[in-house]
């Protein structure tokens, strides 16, 4: 059973970089075919992806928070990380790490399948 | 870009219930919608996939249709434990829908 565990400060000042770690357990990070996302919440709303990537490390970001955002990964340690850098209180949210499923079939390529999430952790931007 | 809407936002339904939550996309996204269902407090939890796959481990009771524009979610017989929010996503483009909210009658 895959488990995904989000780590990092709860709280984070205005202007500075929001720094969380993702660490997988009973599956590789390595695995074909399994990208790894970084998804947020804001408080009493809705769902947005940040970014994905691959254990090779390629990446791909949500175009309108491309210029903030650096998502890498260490393999030997079965983590992946987020950074949010010039953080305001508009990126206050609950940030979840999820594995993210992409496959053939006949109809398609599918990307964004979140089948394992992490239990997600409260990232508050304040001074 | 794609814009996702779902109808109701908002129901209120009993234990033993058929309920539906529609989710519509501005343009035709084939079959590529996911749905999740959310407890508070919780992570989301995969249901569905490619419009119409049921996640492995998910109650047959679940179950989704649609292509092109028009998605649904049913549940045949509502559950105590059902009482949640439900997100459609559109996959490859990692849109989600803005929710629709099961409640206690």
Known sequence: QVQLQESGPGLVKPSQTLSLTCTVSGGSISSGGYYWSWIRQHPGKGLEWIGYIYYSGSTYYNPSLKSRVTISVDTSKNQFSLKLSSVTAADTAVYYCARDLHYYDSSGYYRGVFDYWGQGTLVTVSS | ?105
């Open chain 2, 1 to 105: 870009d794609i814009q996702l809407t779902q109808s109701p936002s908002f129901l209120s339904a009993s234990v033993g219930d058929r309920v539906t939550i529609t989710c519509r996309a501005s343009q035709g996204i084939s079959s590529y919608l996911a749905w999740y269902q959310q407890k508070p407090g919780k992570a989301p939890k995969l249901l569905i996939y490619a419009a119409s796959t049921l996640q492995s481990g998910v109650p047959s009771r679940f179950s989704g249709s649609g292509s092109g524009t028009e998605f649904t979610l049913t549940i045949s017989s509502l559950q105590p434990e059902d009482f949640a929010t439900y997100y459609c996503q559109q996959l490859n483009s990692y849109l989600f829908g803005p929710g629709t909210k099961v409640d206690i009658k």
